[in-house]
């Protein structure tokens, strides 16, 4: 049932953030559409914002159970106010341009490229383009919810960590259905069948082949950011030792090998790595970065880790997502996600074999 609910959660994410992410594209070429997209993004700031509102009413009523700490309910409540009057706001620039009192020189389907810098651009005509400002609505939006969830950690650290690891070590379906989502709505976010074929989706995520000395050079990457995360993690434990010892656990749980046969570690050390290397790269490098540039795919990139609670591992995460957008911006998203998955299928196999 569980597994049900999951397969059906991530169809859901897929339908609506993917159809909304065509849409997008199709914005481009069809006044309507955009209007359409408009609306809906609308409609969806004010329910974000009527819940934030809702959840301060009965925070302040005192309605709410008492075991609920006041500073989460009020931090919740701010955030999600916060993320709707953004959406709103992300959406005046459009609404200015559909009706026509936006002058922009030289616009023309702003189509941005990763070796130009937006600097370059009309911030108009960038900011008004409907798949970037799709994109910033998303950023906007997927930063307040994780905002809430590290909110809850700081807050209630056992009740979170016990919910993020009550299915056990991760498996193939539970990395299949995590992922899945993330590929789909970036070939959709991309406008796969509707401004790109397939081959042409492809390398506009920046899939393509590399040399031996860019190997090399991913190669290098990965020790430095082993390297570097065990400094990070040595740092974590001294400096926020309870916090330190709750997100080990759950980690522990999620990502541990112990117990597996030598093959079946290697095997799990591969789905870790090639599952997350696959989804992740392929929307937060392929298809967000040459739309929001680095510094914003990495701090979006960097609040999905919630497993990691308000940790000082988050700007761990946030420097290691620099290294992988300057690794994009200098190779391709081929490199990315071989240092990605390199990354993460050594420290399963460090772990297992030597302990570390």
């Given amino acids: 049932m569980e597994e049900l609910a999951a397969l059906v959660q991530a169809l859901l994410i897929i339908l609506f953030v993917g159809g909304l992410s065509l849409l997008a594209q199709w914005s481009r070429k069809n ?20 819940v934030g509102a809702l959840v301060a009413i009965v ?15 009020v931090g919740s409540a701010f955030t999600l106010v916060l993320a709707g009057l953004a959406g709103f706001a992300l959406c005046i620039l459009p609404l200015r341009k559909i009706t ?21 651009r009309s911030f108009e005509g960038w900011w008004s383009d409907p798949p970037v400002f799709f994109a ?13 969830f590290l909110l809850g950690f700081a807050v209630e ?71 570097l995360s065990y400094a990070a993690d040595t740092l974590f434990a001294t400096l926020q030792p ?10 522990e749980v999620l990502f541990s090998p ?40 990495s701090v979006l990139w960097a609040s999905i880790h919630v497993q990691y609670g308000p940790s000082l591992l988050l700007i761990y995460i946030f420097v290691l997502s620099i290294g992988l957008g300057i690794l994009r911006r200098r190779v391709n998203t081929t490199a990315t996600f071989l ?5 993460n299928s050594l420290g399963v196999l460090l772990a297992y074999f030597f302990g570390i």
Wanted: negative net charge.
């Fill in 31 to 50: 006044q309507g559409a955009q209007i359409s997209l408009i609306v809906i993004l609308l409609f969806v700031s004010f329910l974000v914002l009527a």
């Fill in 59 to 73: 925070g302040w009523s005192n309605t709410v159970s008492s075991d609920v700490p006041p500073g989460l309910v």
């Fill in 339 to 343: 240092a990605h998955a390199g990354y």
């Fill in 157 to 227: 650290p056992e009740a979170v960590g016990s919910a993020l690891s009550s299915t056990g070590r991760l498996s193939f379906f539970t990395v299949f259905v995590g992922q899945l989502p993330f590929v789909v709505i970036a070939l959709c976010g991309v406008g796969l069948n509707v401004q790109r074929n397939f081959r042409e989706a492809v390398a506009r995520l920046g899939y393509g082949p590399i040399t031996l000395p860019q190997l090399g050079i991913v190669a290098l990457f990965v020790v430095g950011a082993l390297l």
């Fill in 242 to 251: 309870d916090l330190y010892d709750r997100v080990g656990q759950v980690s």
């Fill in 258 to 297: 112990e117990g597996l046969s030598p093959v079946s570690a290697i095997l799990f050390a591969l789905l870790i790595g090639v599952g997350a290397g696959v989804g992740e790269e392929t929307l937060f490098r392929g298809a967000l970065q040459p739309r929001l540039g680095i510094t914003l795919t």
């Fill in 136 to 148: 910033l609505w998303m950023f906007v939006n997927t930063l307040a919810f994780s905002v809430v």
């Fill in 100 to 120: 026509g009192h936006l002058k922009m020189v030289g616009y023309e389907g702003f189509a941005p490229a990763e070796s130009s810098p937006i600097e370059e």
